[in-house]
């Protein structure tokens, strides 16, 4: 009998993630165990969590999705843990999501997928899928080689044998990119999204999209910074991998002039920081010290500004001005 495990990675999202394992509790073909990454929630989170007797629980401190997702993988995969079906706190499965995954689970090892749904319409799709937007647009059951990792992804535990865990340094934004493309690289895993299996899910934000508050975002550093990972592991060739992270980055910093984009210098600034930490594998940011950073460029302005605000007084109180320097002319 093959054992399945949903595993959720949550962060201060009490109210969705009640949700999701409710979602979870409801299906018509039930997992035989929930694992929830509490990734060092502060709210109502972890008190939840204690009080539910049927979910096991793994509490760390918030190391993105990236270290959530290793931990719980890992945990299911040393738990013996057959089939792994993984999920954030930010969307929640439809009761027959797990059964349908199931229908198409006969070849093993494979990597199956959930179809991403908006949840404030239960109709357009989160991410674009081959040639269909909305849900009343699709006309067949299952679309080969996609996969939006990490949303009602069900991972067979040889999968992970071969290619290991997701890569928690990244810790978010470009952690399931980076996985799948490990997963398909050079592999010849089957890999589906099974469009009868649903997976409600908020809509996403994209730095390419949206006007970008440089004071509160900071997901657009780890975005850049992760891209070249992202690219490495998509590619064969190291050399063509970095080329295209340069065309990547251009395009980023004319897209910030093109969207009219406020605080233009202070944000290439960062995604400058983010270009060379790729280039020098250094993955020790947080999102502690990226706000710091951000927050080091507005103290800095300040001082520029009050700094400059001084130097003008002085030069027009102390400094004499041209005319009163001038000798007087002789009559």
């Not at 063509?240 to 980023?252: D, I, R, W």
């Amino acid at each position: 009998m093959k054992k399945i495990i949903a595993v959720i990675v949550s962060y201060n999202r009490h109210t969705q993630l009640v949700a999701c394992v409710e979602a979870i509790r409801q299906q018509t073909k039930k997992p035989d165990a929930v694992l929830v990454v509490n990734n060092g929630s502060s709210d109502y989170t972890t008190v939840w969590l204690d009080q539910q007797n049927d979910v096991e629980q793994i509490y760390q401190e918030n190391s993105g999705s990236g270290g959530g997702y290793h931990a719980g993988i890992s945990w299911a995969y040393q738990n013996n843990y057959d089939w792994i079906w993984c999920m954030g706190d930010d969307g929640y499965p439809k009761n027959t999501a797990l059964e349908f995954l199931l229908h198409h689970a006969n070849n093993e090892p494979c990597l199956l997928n959930s179809v991403a749904i908006n949840m404030a319409d239960k109709n357009t799709l989160v991410w674009p899928t081959k040639k269909y937007n909305t849900l009343n647009e699709v006309h067949e059951e299952t679309i080969s080689g996609i996969a939006h990792l990490f949303n009602g992804s069900l991972i067979h535990r040889s999968i992970v044998s071969k290619v290991g865990y997701p890569n928690k340094q990244l810790f978010y934004k470009g952690v399931a990119s980076e996985y799948f493309y490990r997963i398909t690289k050079n592999n010849s895993f089957e890999v589906k999204t099974v469009l009868q299996s649903i997976y409600y899910h908020t809509a996403p934000q994209d730095c390419f999209q949206y006007k970008w508050d440089f004071k509160e975002d900071i997901a657009a550093y780890f975005y850049i910074r992760n891209r070249l990972s992202v690219l490495c592991s998509k590619h064969n060739h190291t050399i063509f991998s970095v080329g295209k992270y340069l065309l990547f980055l251009s395009a980023f910093v004319l897209l910030l002039f093109k969207n009219k984009q406020s605080e233009k210098r202070k944000k290439i600034n960062l995604i400058l920081l983010g270009a060379v930490d790729a280039f020098t594998n250094n993955y020790s940011a947080s999102p502690n010290s990226i706000q710091r950073h951000i927050q080091n460029q507005y103290q800095l302005s300040l001082y520029r500004r009050i700094s400059n605000s001084i130097k003008k007084f002085a030069l027009l109180k102390l400094v004499p001005s041209y005319t009163e320097m001038a000798p007087s002319r002789m009559a």
